[in-house]
């Protein structure tokens, strides 16, 4: 086949966002149309962080449609110089365009790309801007990305405004081509506007779930980050108070605000710009190196508890049960990824280490039984794993499986896969289906522990586990002891594989929350997949569909008014092998759900929620979402 220039293809304009969302918004799933409304909320916040918006107002409305509207400065409308059209156009039109590239404008921005407008133009059928700015009006619509509102004399059209009023006001209506849903996730947003409430105790942020008929609910946290951080402690029982810190080095500010608890798991949070970091980065990690240089630096100096002999603690045992929040505010922040979920400047680790050092030590320092309190039970907690680890005898402990894991042949883990499945019909399909170089499958005989909450020990003698752990080959859980090594991992790809009912859903879930426990690198560096296999075959002859919804096959009937078949999958074991292949394992037809978490916060009160040993507020949880059985954290 010849290559040459005709091979070459030029996308212009909104083409690149429309034909590749996730490389913008990271998926086309639920997580992903909620990021549309997201990056309209974070522009106003930028202005507020300007010093310019002091309201904003967010509704779902009972079209289906999102509404972002804010009392900023408005967008600007006069004529953009170099591009020839309203400025107003140019930021909803051009990707890279706006103003978080004039520090003039902007000095601090949670948007460094200036793709987000335009990406949410992009991906609307429907886009409408109304501007108030300088005593008008403005009005423009957009189709898909392309302008519907005809120039006058080349500006926007406009109408006199009776009252004195500036903002921006934003209704999109997402593309039910491109996304998997078009409904969007009124708790998920709640809880983002929640935190972005906190992060800006002087912003006021009113949020309206029209289409549900809720009444509008009204966020404004004059607490700050001290009360964030009371927040997601709640039901915890705390051994500090709230301890608060901020400084700034070399144009890098830092808030951080931590307590400890008892009995939570450790949550450190992180924003930079006001964006949360859910995969945390460089603030998060400089965070962590620093409070545990400094207490070990402590307790082996100051308080004498470590001896010569004495090994420093550990981080981990240092941090047992923190709830953290560190807020950072960088006029160039870098990220890996246009969503944002992990910061990667290099300089923000020196500079929270220096904030870290000094302001922490003048608060130890008057805070004595703060200190001591942290070194004694980060020892405690290091003699009692030590215990637990002699009892179960770790160093000889070994990982056996099931006797069911057929591995792959390949030894390449960059190309290999493993999909863990329910049970031995679906296992041996499985097993005929698979391309036997690079897939392995793993049948789970039952539903594996529920670990929330549960001793490492208890969690060790669950066979199911122990035979996931054997198959990883990445050594043993991470968080306790030094054998996990993710570079030894045996597979790029981690695949649940169940069927599609509740059994299916509870069986993935318990694995989720193993995962989300005790490898929740398996889950930041991408590693975990949920297949997702289809409900329906569907079609007559050779004219076979798959569908994964009801709602595909709704659309399915409407659009064939002949007769035709329908096949109902109940499990994975009821399709043959080829049908197993081609719908679900098949790398070049399946379809795959990359497991993320797109809040720190949301996922550790959920799994607390759901999987937790408190059964009242998994009922009502159950009770308030049976209608909306999509979970996307």
Sequence with gaps: MSYSAKNIEVLKGLEPVRLRPGMYIGNTGRSGLNHLIQELIDNSVDEHLAGYCNNIWVSINEDGSATVSDDGRGVPVDIHEQEGIPAERVVYTVLHAGGKFNSSTYKISGGLHGVGSAVVNALSNKLIVDVARDGYLYHDTYEKGIPTTELVDGMLPKTKLKEKRTGTTVTLYPDDTIFETVKFKADAIKQRIKETAYLNPNLTITFQNKRDGEEPIVFHQPGGLAAFVEDISQGLTHTSPVVAISGEKDGIAADIVFLMTEDGE????????????????????????????????????????????????????????????????????????????????????????????????????????????????????????????????????????????????????????????????????????????????????????????????????????????????????????????????????????????????????????????????????????????????????????????DDELAKYRKAHMNKFTIQRYKGLGEMDADQLYETTMNPETRLLKQVSVNSRVEANQLTQTLMGTEVAPRREYIETHSADAVLDI
């Excluded at 944002?340 to 000094?358: F, H």
């Excluded at 679906?426 to 698979?434: D, E, I, P, V």
């Excluded at 694995?511 to 930041?524: M, Q, V």
């Design 266 to 549: 450790e949550n450190i949070i992180g924003f930079t710009n006001n964006i949360t970091n859910p995969e945390g980065g460089t603030h998060v990690t400089g965070f962590k190196s620093a409070f545990a240089k400094l207490i070990n630096n402590y307790a082996r100096n100051e308080l004498g508890t470590l001896k010569e002999k004495d090994s420093n603690l550990t981080g981990a045992d240092i941090r047992s049960g923190m709830q953290a929040i560190i807020s950072v505010k960088h006029p160039d922040p870098q990220f890996e990824g246009q969503t944002k979920t992990k910061l990667s400047n290099t300089d923000v680790s020196k500079a929270i280490d220096d904030i870290v050092k000094e302001q922490l030590t003048v608060y130890f320092d008057r805070n004595y039984d703060v200190l001591k309190d942290i070194v004694d039970r980060a020892v405690a907690l290091s003699k009692r794993k030590a215990l637990e680890k002699s009892k179960i005898n770790i160093n000889k402990f070994s990982f056996e499986g099931n006797g069911k894991l057929a591995k792959q042949e390949s030894s390449d883990s960059s190309k290999c896969e493993i999909f863990i499945v329910e049970g031995d019909s679906a296992g041996g399909s499985a097993k005929t289906a698979r391309n036997r170089k690079y897939q392995a499958i793993l049948p789970l005989r039952g539903k594996i522990l529920n670990v929330e909450k549960k001793p490492v020990a208890k969690v060790l003698e669950n066979a199911e586990i122990k035979a996931l752990i054997n198959a990883f080959g990445c050594g043993f859980m991470q968080g306790y002891g030094n054998d996990f090594d993710i570079s030894k991992l045996n597979y790029d790809k981690i695949i649940i594989m169940t069927d599609a009912d509740v059994d299916g859903a509870h069986i993935a879930t318990l694995l989720l929350t193993f995962f989300y426990r005790f490898y929740p690198d398996l889950i930041s560096e991408g590693h975990i997949y949920i297949a997702i296999p289809p409900l329906y075959r569907v079609g007559e002859g050779k004219n076979i569909k798959y569908l994964y919804s």
